[in-house]
């Protein structure tokens, strides 16, 4: 029997079967995928990632410490930081290098097994896979559950699921691309209702093009393809294009009796980016060492394993609750709005105050968030809006209140 089974070899997964197997326990990490890391994703990452979990160079496409951000209306606004911000890295290798070190340290990986059924009972809890042909039982004393977007797992161990239509739908392709030098992010209903469109250069002459938002509709993506392909930046048709969802709350409780949830099972994606990779590896890391201590304590119930829920709500959890109400604000929003919004909040001024300071983060937005609304200017604006964006705002104020 292993000390804990692992279900999903992405960036949670990877990095619990890391520290377990650093720490010199018995863990498997199966996933159904045969290449590692190999979900749809454009292989952003904050500084703050990149100097917890580093990137080997040769992974790095890019350093970005400035992006062109696209208004509704077609105004470009150019965000700069003195400082590099975040990083476009090749995801399945830097993901896949996670998990071939906890390999080479101990982990059994079993790629291409479908997990099929949980059943726990008093001593352990078995996993029922399929895979090379056959059916297997791997058997654990604790199941760690980090296979991604959807519930089907977390259900199958026990976990309630929380509002399934809280989430965002992804889609992107790889386009070729001429003279692009820095990220693009393109605003507007047109491209992706209550959300947004990018451009990520991953070499002198391919991009990733995708769009996340509400809606499972593609068009948004579609249209932005043939705006920047008429306007010569993009130099190819559209194509293969692929899509996923991104979840948007954590579920209402990410452990139970011999099982946690991390990732985008738990639901731990930045609320206004998208972004999962970073907190999805932070709560590997966290599960990882309440599993330690639950086996040396031999206690593996719901109220030992809260110990997990404690911990990532310390590291990150206002980022997911005050990222949200942005999001709810931010949606809340005409493109009349947004495009008002921009032009204060992009201004040169308020950019040196908000988005140059030591604060800003693209790994932690909540306090770039609480000062922008707590900005006078902004604040005024953002209540001009009217009775729309009224409880978000009161919401974010009432959390400024406790900013240090
Ligand atoms: C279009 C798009 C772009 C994105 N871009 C970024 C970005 O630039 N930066 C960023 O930080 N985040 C980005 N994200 C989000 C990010 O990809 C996720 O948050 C992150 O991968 C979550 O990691 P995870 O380990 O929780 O899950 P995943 O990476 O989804 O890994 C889960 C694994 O579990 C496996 N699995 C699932 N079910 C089973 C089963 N029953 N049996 C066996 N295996 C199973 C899957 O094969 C998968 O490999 C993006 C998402 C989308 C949709």
């Known amino acids: 029997m292993h000390d804990a089974v692992i279900v999903g070899a992405g960036p949670a997964g990877s990095m619990a079967a890391l520290e377990l197997a650093k720490a010199g326990l018995d863990a498997a990490l199966i996933d159904h995928r045969h290449r590692i890391g190999d979900k749809l994703c454009t292989g952003v990452i904050g500084a703050e990632c990149a100097d917890r979990f580093p990137v080997p160079p040769d992974l790095t496409y890019h350093r970005a410490s400035s992006a062109v951000i696209h208004s509704p209306a077609g105004r470009r606004y150019t965000v700069e930081h003195p400082q590099t911000q975040a990083l476009i890295v090749d995801r399945v290798a830097y993901i896949a290098g996670i998990a071939r070190e906890a390999e080479s340290r101990g982990a059994e990986l079993r790629l291409g097994y479908t997990v099929r059924g949980v059943e726990k009972s008093a001593d352990r809890v078995a996993i029922r896979a399929s895979g090379a042909g056959e059916d297997r039982l791997f058997e654990g004393r604790l199941l760690i559950a980090a296979s991604g977007f959807g519930h089907s797992l977390t259900k199958m161990a026990g976990l309630e699921p929380g509002n399934q239509r809280d989430f965002l739908m992804g889609c992107q ?11 693009q992010v393109f605003l507007g209903q047109d491209v992706a ?44 048709d559209l194509a293969g294009v692929r899509h996923w969802g991104i979840p948007l709350k954590p579920i209402p409780k990410t452990y139970g009796e011999r099982v ?46 809260s110990r997990y829920e404690s911990a990532w709500k310390r590291e990150f959890g206002d980022e997911l609750r005050i990222g949200y109400y942005a999001r709810m604000l931010f949606e809340s929003m005409s493109d009349a709005q947004i495009e008002l919004l921009m032009e204060t909040f992009l201004s040169s001024e308020v950019q040196e105050q908000l988005i140059n300071s030591p604060d800003f983060s693209f790994d932690r937005h909540s306090r770039t968030i609480l000062r922008t609304v707590g900005h006078r ?22 959390s400024a209140v406790f900013l240090r």
């Open 193 to 236: 209702r209550s959300s947004f469109g990018w451009l990520v250069p991953t070499s002198p002459a391919t991009a990733l093009l995708g769009t996340i938002s509400r809606s499972r509709d593609q068009s948004g993506l579609a249209r932005l393809a043939s705006r920047l392909r008429a306007q010569g930046g993009v130099t190819s």
């Open 173 to 183: 392709a790889e386009v070729r691309v001429s003279d692009l030098d820095s990220t």
């Open 260 to 305: 946690m949830a991390l990732g985008d099972a738990a639901g731990f994606a930045k609320p206004i980016t998208g972004g999962g990779i970073y907190y999805a590896m932070l709560s590997g890391l966290l599960a990882a060492r309440t599993a330690i201590d639950a086996l040396d304590a031999e206690d593996f119930s719901a109220g030992f394993l």
């Open 377 to 398: 200017r902004i604040a005024r604006l953002i209540a001009s809006f009217g009775p729309s964006v009224a409880p978000f705002l009161t919401r974010l104020l009432k």
